[in-house]
């Protein structure tokens, strides 16, 4: 049926209506679905799939208190487990994890071993002194000339200088050290002079020489010193030497030497300190107790009843017990630039030593002993 709709009939209007309706229905039906209200919001909430098989449990079990030794033992097997299982991959994480503990690890044992190095043996021994440098005071001298000294020894007011193979008396003057009686020739190149049961013996790279058995009243001869003018000291005393008293072990070559009673100190080129006790009969040969290196070359030493006291051609002076080797102190020499400190004597009070160096006159130097821990028992 075919009919004409105009927006002013009825028929239309009932359409028109019929159909809005519809549509508001259907919209409202639609926004009372989609429609979520703001408050009613809630987080997404995702559950994790569980596995009796592959899934760990989520729950934390109560954890027991664990001794010091087990968790040492947990975690040194951890490590080895990472370790191993690291190997096996190199390149992983895992590997260079297990390197990272190992080296934690390692650092840790050492310092244990190194505080047990350091604390055995030297408790209660202060090896540091509050004296840091040693400063010598010049004592004036009046040297021969082409005198460089290679030893010293001071005793009764007199002082013995050794120069190569010539050995001059000094006594105090007014103002200074002035040679005294003739310059004796020794063999050898003299590198230690002690006085030994109050008689002056020779150290050289000859052997080990008592002076008294070649002219028993040179050290106490006070006539003047013959040793003057440009050559003077060329003049030099008797040299009827026979065999040395004692010969001296196969070292290196002889740096400084020193005795004390039956004990002689004998320090080589190769950094090495040797006590040696002498022998019964003469011409016998140095017996070597014992054998201690040290950080550089001895050029001096001092051998006291309870202390060695040692300089090093790298400008340190070291005191060193007799009893036990070990090292009481170090100082600094606070030698002039190019100086070597060749001979080191002293009483009951200083160090008395002689400075060489070249292009200049020889000084003669002297100091307080410096302060040292509690000393040792003496030899």
């Not at 290196?293 to 400008?315: F, I, K, M, S, Y």
């Not at 002039?336 to 003669?364: F, K, Q």
Request: glycine share 6%; charged share 15%; aromatic share 8%.
């Amino acid at each position: 049926v075919a009919f004409d709709c105009f927006s002013e009939s009825v028929f239309c209007k009932d359409v028109m209506r019929a159909s809005s309706e519809k549509i508001n229905a259907v919209t409202s039906s639609c926004q009372r679905v989609w429609r979520v209200p703001p408050e009613t919001l809630k987080p997404t909430v995702y559950r994790r799939r569980e596995s009796s098989l592959s899934d760990p449990q989520l729950h934390a079990p109560v954890k027991e208190t664990v001794s010091y030794r087990a968790s040492f033992v947990n975690q040194a097997q951890a490590l080895w487990s990472d370790l191993r299982h690291g190997l096996e991959r190199p390149r992983s994480l895992q590997f260079w994890t297990a390197v990272l503990h190992t080296l934690f690890l390692l650092s840790m044992i050492s310092a244990v071993i190194m505080r047990f190095e350091l604390g055995s043996g030297t408790e209660g021994v202060q090896i540091n002194s509050r004296w840091t440098s040693i400063s010598w005071t010049t004592m004036p001298a009046e040297w021969p000339a082409f005198f460089q000294p290679t030893a010293v020894e001071f005793t009764d007011g007199q002082l013995f200088v050794a120069a190569d193979g010539v050995v001059q008396k000094f006594q105090w003057s007014t103002q200074s050290f002035a040679p005294v009686g003739q310059a004796m020739a020794v063999p050898g190149t003299a590198r230690g002079l002690s006085l030994v049961d109050g008689q002056l013996v020779l150290i050289s790279d000859e052997g080990y020489f008592d002076i008294r058995a070649v002219d028993a009243s040179w050290t106490s001869s006070t006539s003047p010193s013959t040793s003057v003018g440009a050559l003077g000291i060329l003049d030099a005393g008797p040299e009827s030497w026979s065999a040395p008293n004692a010969s001296l072990p196969s070292i290196e070559r002889l740096s400084a030497a020193g005795a004390l009673g039956g004990a002689v100190i004998l320090a080589s080129s190769d950094r090495m300190l040797r006590l040696c006790r002498r022998p019964a009969s003469p011409a016998g040969q140095l017996e070597v107790l014992l054998e201690l290196p040290t950080t550089g070359e001895v050029t001096a030493l001092r051998l006291d009843a309870t202390v060695l006291w040692a300089v090093l051609r790298t400008r340190e002076v070291m005191a060193i017990s007799l009893e036990s080797g070990e090292t009481l102190a170090q100082f600094d020499a606070n030698l002039p630039s190019g100086a070597t400190m060749v001979g080191l004597t002293g009483n009951n009070s200083h160090l008395v030593g002689v400075i060489v160096r070249e292009g200049y006159e020889p000084r003669l130097v002297i100091t307080p002993y410096p302060e040292l821990p509690s000393a040792t028992v003496e030899l």
